[in-house]
């Protein structure tokens, strides 16, 4: 217990709880806990669809020190459940802030506590898996722990739940804003490009500038197009978005559809994270629950082709099992931390898709080569 009164708590399932001091908006929600260790990108990670369902525990403890800024989210609202830090948020020091992350996260409704050991919740993660949580936030300190455990007891979990559809966009649209450059900051794409179809399985911002910064014309579908939703935008590619959830419970829908794409085009297509997974289910593998996930920014990744390593960013809790990948489906890069599958490939189509996420940057340009791959694919006489 923290000597000043708490006005905020954790609860996990099995119930331990932890007492804080709260931030942002009142009230309680459930999800899943995970652990980041990504030491800057925090409003990045908040507003990462990929979240959806999941409470934050970021192992840095410097957060909220830059602030919040519009050009920073990757999506129009943050799509995490809430955020459990080790310090206080201080107030802002960096000259692109334009409001305080308290603030910002009382505006759109999200939870956070702060003074938890996070290092302790991060150890309890990673030896129990990622727990069922109730994370509550009472200026007044009234805690009703009983049914704050129970709330935390009788959340669903991940596992089968298809959360693409709820965060993907709900119509079509253009995109051509390119990726950030000093000074002009963001530019438009102007010159014609190579026509992409991207599925919005939740896709974050960045990884539609990087498309149109390699050269591609992208229109945004929703997760749940058809294959003639896609087909009849006549593409030279399709590319899979990220996402959050279980992607066998997305697949459901996901998957006879891009079956039906890869049966009636040879066009180039690539994926990243779940847009990743889902191609792998449609090649005929399978996918399975990891114990906490990875997320972070400082994941070695190996090209096993090249011998190539990358520092990139990851966030999922779903894993490709690599045992079950079919002939003529091959491994293209696996983790250096536990050797888990981070991409594969059609031996003998343009077919692919990593795990990572090249368009995060933490290398900071080591993965930008998979857009231009793609975009060079889509070049390549048919």
Known sequence: MPRTPPTACLALADGTVFYGRGFGATGRTTAELCFNTAMTGYQEIMTDP????????????????????????????????????????????????????????????????????????????????????????????????????????????????????????VQSYRWDEMRWAWPEGYLRR?????????????????????????????????????????????????????????????????????????????MPIFGICLGHQLLALALGAKTQKMNHGHHGANHPVKELAT?????????????VDAQTLPAGVEETHVSLFDGSNCGIRLSDRPIWSVQHHPEASPGPQDSFYLFERFAEAMKAPA
Not at 57 to 85: K, L, R
Not at 311 to 319: E, K, P
């Open 50 to 169: 990929s979240y959806a369902g999941q409470i934050v525990t970021f192992t840095f403890p410097h957060v909220g020190n830059t602030g919040v800024t519009p050009e920073d989210d990757e999506s129009a609202v943050p799509f995490a459940e809430g955020m459990v830090v080790k310090w206080d948020p201080t107030a802002s020091s960096s000259w692109r802030a334009a409001e305080e992350l308290d603030a910002w996260l009382s505006r759109h409704g999200k939870i956070a506590i702060g003074g938890v050991d996070t290092r302790r919740l991060t150890r309890a993660i990673r030896q129990q898996g990622a727990p069922h949580v109730a994370l509550v936030h009472d200026p007044d300190g009234n805690f009703d722990l009983e049914a704050i455990v129970a709330a935390a007891r009788a959340f669903p979990g991940l596992v089968g739940r298809d959360l693409a559809a709820d965060v993907s966009c």
């Open 190 to 266: 102007e010159a014609p490009g190579r026509k992409v179809v991207a599925i919005d399985y939740g896709a974050k911002r960045n990884i539609l500038r990087c498309l149109a910064s390699a050269g591609c014309d992208v229109t945004v579908l929703p997760a749940t197009a058809t294959a003639d939703d896609v087909l009849d935008q006549a593409p030279d590619g399709l590319f899979l978005s990220n996402g959050p959830g279980d992607p066998a419970a997305t697949g459901r829908y996901a998957v006879p559809v891009l079956r039906q794409i890869m049966d009636r085009s040879d």
């Open 307 to 319: 011998g190539k390593v990358e520092i990139t960013s990851m966030n999922h809790g779903f894993t």
